[in-house]
């Protein structure tokens, strides 16, 4: 998000109603008059960025009641350096809501770094955790629906393997059985 800022100061004219100022005096004149010139700026405003919100630093949940289905898509083969897309629709099917939802790829498998991650829907990369997406809350019975869009920069058959987690603790589907999801994609030249 770019939030406006309106300059802290603007002047009209700057007129010399004195001439008979000492040499010193209209330095020091010159001097502040190019400080406040240059602080607020010749532009009518200025844009400053405002900084992404913080990860949360989440404290341990029982996951017990957090339970999620899930569902993806994606193309098994493509170029190399040629977006592709990976679906995923994910459902909390418990009886809680889950507060920090994640994406975890393998560290074995270097998703993250065998692909350049252009989107991935609202989630980001969570640099305090290797290869997970912070995708925020997801309420009892929501789904959220998102793609994933990456380019390979190599080619080579790679087996990509994730978990979806409450932070860094593995969520189970319905069956009981936590799970590790996985997609085979082959990357041509």
């Known amino acids: 998000m770019v939030q406006r800022v309106q300059p802290a100061c603007a002047f009209d004219s700057l007129h010399d109603t004195s001439r008979s100022l000492r040499i010193d005096k209209s330095i020091v004149a010159a001097i502040a008059v190019g400080l406040l010139v240059n602080a607020c700026g010749s532009s009518p405003a200025a844009v400053v960025p405002t900084p992404s919100p913080a ?19 994606f193309v098994q083969t493509v170029p190399v350096a040629v977006s592709t897309n990976f679906d995923l629709d994910i459902e909390d099917v418990g009886t809680v809501d ?12 270097l998703f993250m770094a065998k692909y350049t991650i252009e989107s991935a829907g609202p989630c980001r990369v969570d640099a305090a955790v290797t290869g997970a997406l912070a995708c925020g809350r997801l309420a009892k019975g929501a789904h959220l629906v ?33 799970y590790v999801y996985s997609w085979t994609q082959t990357v041509t030249a």
Do not use: R
């Open 55 to 73: 990860l949360p630093s989440p404290s341990p949940t029982d996951t017990k009641n957090m339970v999620i289905a899930i569902a993806s898509t």
């Open 98 to 109: 889950i507060p920090n939802l994640y994406l975890t790829f393998d560290a074995g498998d």
């Open 146 to 178: 998102f793609t994933i869009k990456g380019t390979p920069k190599n080619t080579g058959t790679f087996v990509i393997k994730f978990h979806v987690n409450q932070y860094k603790t593995h969520l189970y589907e319905a069956d009981g059985t936590q």
